[in-house]
């Protein structure tokens, strides 16, 4: 895997010298009177800038919503409810590192999660140290590794649901045979960029113009002009100016996302966007019914779109307190990693479980249906195919073995 920041441990290292004398974790507290105890939930999220817009505030809404859908729950007989800590993780090794110390230093956090690829990275050993089970978004399967025992995914991973993606292009659309995409020039990118090489080589597919672009990049002419000199047949990006600026120097192949928003067809108009392809586990046309309203009710609620990030991080929190609740504990750390390792638990598009063993050793990627879908119209959808977890898995297991 190329990129991944190496200097993570030594963050990590000088920080644990500041704040060794600490105590972190064990941070439940009761609520004299109530008899239901709190229970402490860190959360790192990037919230400046790009990130900050389509990530880390719909997410931060996000854990807020799910937190009150949950109210008090019960576990082993005893009435829990969740207290929400949030820190800026700003996307960045440092930040991951300084969002997790502060969580677990002064906040006393029980869990935490941590969204993108380098601050999850940079918080696992600080995590694991503490016996805190660490969530993250972002990263790949060989991210988790039979050393870090409690480092889990469950929000969608971008590779796991790549693979079904190009499994059917390949058998739909075999006058595919040229690949390009531009991503960010950060840790999320190159997950990205690694996941589609990764399939274009299984499938025998080229891949003409792999583009890293920086993360604020708003003029998109250049690269879709050096994209457009390789004839590509396929175009893989975020929605929104890479696609207008495809778009406008006529490019006519096709073109798919990960990472939609009905906000950017707004902005370059929906027919432009008819035949545009989309493969993550969202809410759309009608397939998981509770989902879309839930992202209904969401974006009444906070007036802000329900974005990918948005509703992975809903999920978040509904996953971990059905764990805590089959568990039947909420401090026995070994039981509830036990139970995420070998259970199965319900999210707002069916069940999920935790796989991938066969890549990693260890698994610990939630496993999600992947829908594929195809916009036809102004928030309009077809549902073009649907793989199951059972099916996902095993196309992941075959492209990345």
């Not at 807020?64 to 929400?84: H, I, N, P």
């Not at 604020?216 to 929605?239: G, Q, R």
Request: aromatic share 12%; hydrophobic share 45%.
């Amino acid at each position: 895997m190329k990129r991944w920041l190496s200097f993570v441990a030594v963050v990590v290292l000088a920080l644990a010298l500041v704040i060794g004398a600490a105590c972190g974790g064990g941070g439940e507290e009761e609520e004299e009177g109530e008899g239901v105890t709190e229970i402490k939930m860190g959360v790192g999220l990037p919230m400046l800038g790009t990130y900050g817009a389509i990530v880390g505030m719909p997410a931060k809404y996000a854990f807020s919503m799910a937190v009150e859908d949950v109210g008090v729950f019960t576990v082993a007989g005893k009435q829990y409810r969740w207290k929400l800590y949030f820190e800026d993780n700003v996307a960045s090794v440092a930040g991951g590192a300084a969002s997790a110390t502060k969580l677990i230093f002064e906040n006393n956090v029980d869990f935490m999660h941590q969204a993108t690829g380098s601050p999850g990275l940079a918080a696992e050993s600080i995590c694991r140290e503490k016996g805190i089970i660490l969530d993250m978004s972002g990263a790949n399967p060989e991210h988790f590794t039979p050393d870090k025992p409690l480092f889990f995914q469950i929000a969608a991973t971008w590779v796991v649901q790549m693979a079904p993606f190009f499994d059917w292009l390949v058998e739909e659309r075999p006058e595919v045979q040229r690949v390009a995409f531009v991503v960010p020039d950060d840790d999320t990118g190159y997950a990205l960029g690694d996941g589609i090489e990764a399939c274009c080589d299984h499938y025998g597919l080229d891949v003409v113009s792999p583009e890293y672009t920086p993360v604020a990049m708003t003029e998109y002419f250049p690269v879709a002009t050096k994209v457009m000199s390789k004839d590509p047949d396929l175009f893989l990006t975020t929605t929104g100016a890479a696609n207008e600026a495809m778009w406008d120097m006529g490019y006519e192949g096709l073109s798919a996302t990960w990472y939609w928003l009905p906000s950017y067809a707004e902005d370059v108009g929906w027919d432009r966007c008819q035949g545009y392809l989309i493969f993550m586990p969202i809410p759309l046309a009608g397939l998981y019914p509770e989902a879309e309203a839930k992202a209904a009710e969401f974006e009444d609620r906070y007036g802000v779109e329900c974005t990918p990030a948005a509703f992975w991080a809903l999920n978040v929190m509904y996953v971990i307190t059905d764990t805590l609740m089959k568990a039947g504990t909420v401090d026995d750390t070994a039981k509830i990693v036990e139970t995420m390792e070998t259970g199965s638990f319900e999210s707002l598009l069916g069940p999920i479980y935790y796989g991938g063993e066969e890549l990693n050793g260890i698994g610990h990627m939630s496993i999600w249906p992947s829908p594929l879908y195809e916009v036809v119209g102004e928030n309009e959808y077809r549902v073009i195919d649907v793989y199951t977890p059972e099916e996902t898995e095993a196309i992941v297991n075959e492209v990345f073995k």
